[in-house]
C-alpha cells in the first residue's frame, strides 16, 4: 500500500513570496490533515478536511495560508505571502475516516523562509 | 480543549536499559491516545494506540504503553533499548466523542530520545 506523497520535501523562499506544497493521501482515506512542525515543537494542527470539506481550520492564519481539498483526494497548502515565522515541516496525514483510526504521515516538506 | 504534556524534553539511555517515556493528558472527552515516532527528517509513524478497550497496549518495536485514568497518564515503556530506538516520540491525544465529532489529534511537544552503547 502507497503512503502519503507529499513534495517537494524541501523549499527554500525569500520573505513575501508564495509558496505552494502538494499532498497525496492513502488511497480511500476520507480525513486529511495539515500539520506545521517548528523545531522543537509538536506538530501544530492547521487544517483538517473531510472528504473535500473543511471540518476544522481553527488554527490556520487565513490572512496567509489556504487549503484546499479538490474531489476530496489531493490536497494543496499554500502559503501568500511568506513570513520568516513560517519556516517549518509541513506535514500532511490522512486516516481512513472521522473517528480513532490512525493517521499515517507523508514525510512533510521543509520550508525555509529566509 | 484537549492538551498532552510531556515531561522531559530529552532522556537518555543506556543500551539495553529501560525506557520511559511521561505523558500526561487533558481532555473534557474519555480520551483517544496515541505515541507516534519521529526519526530525522521522515515522518511520523505510529506506535501505538489507546481506544478504550485494554489499559496495556503493545506496539511495535517492543514498546507498549499503560492508560491510567486516575493519574490522567499514557507512559511510553520498553524493557530494553536499542541503538534504533534512538529518535524523537510524540503524545497525542483525540477528543473524538462518537456521533458526528470529528476528533482533532493534539500532539504534545516531543521528547528526545537517546540511546548509549
Known amino acids: 500500500e502507497a503512503g502519503v506523497a507529499q513534495s517537494p520535501r524541501y523549499k527554500i523562499i525569500e520573505k513575501r513570496q508564495s509558496v505552494a506544497f502538494w499532498c497525496n493521501p492513502i488511497s480511500g482515506h476520507a480525513t486529511l490533515y495539515w500539520y506545521q512542525q517548528i523545531l522543537g515543537q509538536g506538530p501544530k494542527l492547521l487544517i483538517q478536511?473531510?472528504?473535500?470539506?473543511?471540518?476544522?481550520d481553527s488554527q490556520l492564519p487565513k490572512d496567509r495560508f489556504s487549503a484546499e481539498r479538490l474531489k476530496g483526494v489531493d490536497s494543496t497548502l499554500k502559503i501568500q505571502p511568506a513570513k520568516l515565522e513560517d519556516s517549518a515541516v509541513y506535514l500532511c496525514?490522512?486516516?481512513?475516516?472521522?473517528?480513532?483510526?490512525?493517521?499515517?504521515f507523508g514525510q512533510g516538506t521543509r520550508l525555509t523562509v529566509v | 480543549a484537549q492538551s498532552v504534556t510531556q515531561l522531559g524534553s530529552h532522556v537518555s539511555v543506556s543500551e539495553g536499559a529501560l525506557v520511559l517515556l511521561r505523558c500526561n493528558y487533558s481532555?473534557?472527552?474519555?480520551?483517544?491516545l496515541f505515541w507516534y515516532v519521529q526519526y530525522p527528517n521522515q515522518g511520523l509513524q505510529l506506535l501505538l494506540k489507546?481506544?478504550?478497550?485494554?489499559?496495556l497496549v503493545k506496539g511495535i518495536n517492543g514498546f507498549e504503553a499503560e492508560f491510567k485514568k486516575s493519574e490522567t497518564s499514557f507512559h511510553l515503556t520498553k524493557p530494553s533499548a536499542h541503538m534504533s530506538d534512538a529518535a524523537e516520540y510524540f503524545c497525542?491525544?483525540?477528543?473524538?466523542?462518537?456521533?458526528?465529532?470529528?476528533?482533532?489529534?493534539?500532539f504534545g511537544q516531543g521528547t528526545i530520545l537517546t540511546v548509549h552503547p
Open positions: 489507546y481506544t478504550s478497550a485494554a489499559t
Open positions: 497525542a491525544v483525540s477528543d473524538y466523542a462518537g456521533g458526528t465529532s470529528y476528533g482533532k489529534l493534539t
Open positions: 478536511f473531510q472528504n473535500n470539506g473543511v471540518v476544522d
Open positions: 496525514a490522512s486516516s481512513l475516516d472521522r473517528g480513532v483510526n490512525s493517521a499515517f
Open positions: 481532555s473534557s472527552v474519555p480520551p483517544y
